[in-house]
Nanobody
Framework: QVQLKESGGGLVQPGGSLRLSCVAS????????MGWFRRVPGKDLEFLAT????????NYRDSVRGRFTISRDNVKNTVYLQMNSLKPEDTGVYSC????????????????WGQGTQVTVSS
């Protein structure tokens, strides 16, 4: 069974840090581009970061570049999102996703999705 499972969300104060993990099972992880997205009530799904399977290239949403870091461990079939200097506007449900494409350009090109983990940034 193909599955993506996120963990690591929670409540954190502004300026704090969280590390999200996403464990993949049932797929050849090293052949998938992995991405992180978030859902915020009243807003469209937001792309955050991606790690390309082909060349390891990473890319970030402008608003998180320099604060968030995506990394992957192809042995553990896990992708991570280290989030530093968190802001209240980072609050949302964070999901990982997998795409069989190199350098996908939209969320529709990700075919596998996790259930998501809630991140709340509040004092």
């Amino acid at each position: 069974q193909v599955q993506l499972k996120e963990s690591g969300g929670g409540l954190v104060q502004p300026g704090g840090s969280l590390r999200l993990s996403c464990v993949a099972s049932g797929l050849r992880f090293n052949l998938y581009t992995m991405g992180w997205f978030r859902r915020v009530p009243g807003k469209d799904l937001e792309f955050l970061a991606t790690s390309d399977y082909r060349d390891g290239r990473v890319n970030y949403r402008d608003s998180v570049r320099g604060r968030f870091t995506i990394s992957r461990d192809n042995v553990k079939n896990t992708v991570y999102l280290q989030m530093n200097s968190l802001k209240p506007e980072d609050t949302g449900v964070y999901s990982c996703a997998a795409s069989a494409r190199s350098r996908p350009t939209s969320s529709s090109e990700y075919s596998l999705w996790g259930q998501g983990t809630q991140v709340t940034v509040s004092s």
